[in-house]
Nanobody, 118 residues
Framework: VQLQASGGGLVQAGGSLRLSCAAS????????IYWYRQAPGKQRELVAT???????GYVDSVKGRFTISRDNAKNTVYLQMNSLKPADTAVYYC?????????????WGQGTLVTVSS
């Protein structure tokens, strides 16, 4: 499985961006998908989760502003980010893990930079 993240860029505070994470390869083995971010000088943190069944979860700092979704037909997961803040500036990574009953595996995308100016 390969993951390709895209959609980052420079945006003013209050603006929006939509990140995409496109999967290729043995996509039928993919279960839950995660978006992480890593700001300069900080540890990588989990931002949002979407399970194979479509359940979602968010870190408190992005609740109400970010929405994670998946289009299984396109093998793509999205992170819609609204009301962006300078604190959201980070490299965003998508991560996928294998479904139950498949060989245990974890995959990472290459990261896409989001910069929010004040």
């Amino acid at each position: 499985v390969q993951l390709q993240a895209s959609g980052g860029g420079l945006v003013q505070a209050g603006g929006s961006l939509r990140l995409s994470c496109a999967a290729s390869g043995n996509t039928f083995s993919i279960g839950d998908i995660y978006w992480y971010r890593q700001a300069p000088g900080k540890q990588r943190e989990l931002v949002a989760t979407i399970t194979f069944g479509g359940s979602t979860g968010y870190v408190d700092s992005v609740k109400g502003r970010f929405t994670i979704s998946r289009d299984n037909a396109k093998n793509t997961v999205y992170l819609q980010m609204n009301s962006l803040k300078p604190a959201d500036t980070a490299v965003y990574y998508c991560n996928a893990r294998s479904r139950a009953f498949y060989p245990r595996a974890e995959y990472w995308g290459q990261g896409t930079l989001v910069t929010v100016s004040s």
